[in-house]
């Protein structure tokens, strides 16, 4: 035996494990380009990394695509400085709401319901639950509402423009 195989402190990771990994590295990619790309409205952005998190869920399931989504938003804090900061509670809040709906939605009957229609549930509860933080934590005004329809308008082109990029690819490389 070597030294490393009896060693305590070594990691044992799984394929499943790499896969993640690599996934989380694509997802926070997509993270640093959309970053790079100005926004017209601040909180406004076109998800880029949800396309990942689609592929993920429609291939692997939803454990893992959870694990990516969750380790992109953390890392995406870490490389940008906002770790524990508001932006990264919104980031997460957000995540996670999408994270439940796509646990929900996943169930839907796959004729109906796919990658497109998962994509713009996702984006909609995404802006519900960075809202609901932005009113209970940093404005609670009711003023917050007059910028629903501005964010449930990009909620609904960006869900779906990426739910068509996404089923495209899920199309094209299908077994």
């Excluded at 990771?13 to 989380?24: C, G, K, Q």
């Excluded at 709401?97 to 229609?117: D, E, I, K, M, T």
């Excluded at 003023?143 to 089923?167: D, E, R």
């Amino acid at each position: 035996m070597t030294a490393l195989a009896t060693n305590p402190l070594t990691l044992h990771t799984t394929a499943e494990d790499h896969r993640i990994a690599r996934m989380s590295a694509v997802a926070l990619g997509l993270t640093v380009l959309e970053n790079a790309i100005p926004s017209p409205l601040p909180g406004v952005k076109p998800g880029l990394s949800n396309i990942v998190t689609l592929i993920v869920l429609a291939r692997y399931g939803w454990r893992v695509a959870a694990w990516v989504s969750l380790l992109r938003v953390v890392a995406g804090s870490l490389l940008f400085g906002n770790f524990l900061t508001p932006g990264f509670f919104l980031s997460l809040s957000g995540a996670l709401c999408s994270l439940l709906v796509l646990a929900c939605a996943q169930r839907l009957p796959a004729r109906w319901f796919g990658a497109v229609s998962h994509s713009v549930y996702a984006a909609f509860a995404h802006i519900a639950g960075q809202m609901i933080v932005v009113y209970l934590w940093l404005i609670p005004h009711s003023g917050i509402l007059y910028l629903v329809p501005i964010f449930a308008t990009a909620a609904l082109v960006f869900g779906t423009v990426n739910g068509l990029i996404a089923a495209r690819y899920i199309e094209g490389t299908s077994p």
